[in-house]
């Protein structure tokens, strides 16, 4: 069964250094969505993308955040500046279309130190 | 914005025996998924469940879109089974919200 791959499973980084997160969706999906969760709390929504064009984002998703489809595989996730608050698992999710389910990757855990 | 209920927020369960997990939602949905969330951190789809049953295994899930409602049955439970357990609901290609899950332990 196709899967959404992350990459890498695990990164640490300093404060203020910026951080590029890496998904490959599943190739024929349309839909891409990046979600956190900090630990021991609830996954929450940051940002979603869809014809080459942010179609949705979170409060979360201020300037520091951005996001990129460089080329027909990969969707990558920004962070210019890390911040202590950023640690967090990141996850990338992929969907076919309406009334499909969102498939997620294994997650990116961020340490910022 | 849409809110996810679940209950209970804790579960402990003895090696064998059988559970339900409730997901109670405020609004209309049509994108209903149920995740187990490993000791890992991955997240496991489990159903996708907008409407009806479905089962697969020991684990099986109906929702009453109508009641804005949804019910995972876990039978027979085993260690493995652990972990945490998400309800996610949305519209369309719209985000997913999540609730706050349901923290399992079973033990041995």
């Known amino acids: 069964e196709p899967e959404v791959t992350q990459t890498p499973s695990h990164q640490v980084t300093q404060m203020g250094q910026e951080v590029i997160l890496r998904c490959v969706p599943i190739s024929n999906h349309l839909y891409f969505y990046w979600y956190r969760q900090i630990l021991g709390q609830k996954v929450e929504f940051l940002v979603s993308f869809y014809n080459n064009e942010i179609s949705e984002k979170s409060e979360i998703f201020d300037d520091q955040f951005s996001v990129e489809r460089p080329d027909g595989s990969n969707f990558t996730l920004k962070i210019r500046s890390t911040k202590l608050e950023d640690s967090a698992m990141y996850f990338c999710a992929s969907s076919a279309g309406a009334h499909q389910p969102q498939h997620f990757g294994d997650g990116t855990r961020l340490s910022i130190l | 914005g849409i809110q996810v209920e679940q209950s209970p927020p804790d579960l402990i369960l003895q090696e064998g025996a059988n559970s339900t997990l409730r997901c109670n939602f405020s609004d209309s949905v049509n994108n209903l998924q149920w995740f187990h969330q490993n000791p890992w951190g991955q997240l496991i789809n489990l159903f996708y469940?907008?409407?009806g049953t479905k089962q697969n295994g020991r684990l099986s899930a109906t929702t009453v879109a109508t009641e804005r409602y949804s019910l995972l049955y876990i039978s027979s439970s085993q260690t493995t089974d652990s972990g945490v357990y998400f309800c996610?609901?949305?519209?369309?290609?719209?985000?997913?919200?999540f609730g706050k899950g349901t923290r399992l332990s079973v033990i041995a």
């Open positions: 469940i907008p409407s």
């Open positions: 996610a609901v949305g519209r369309g290609n719209t985000p997913l919200v």
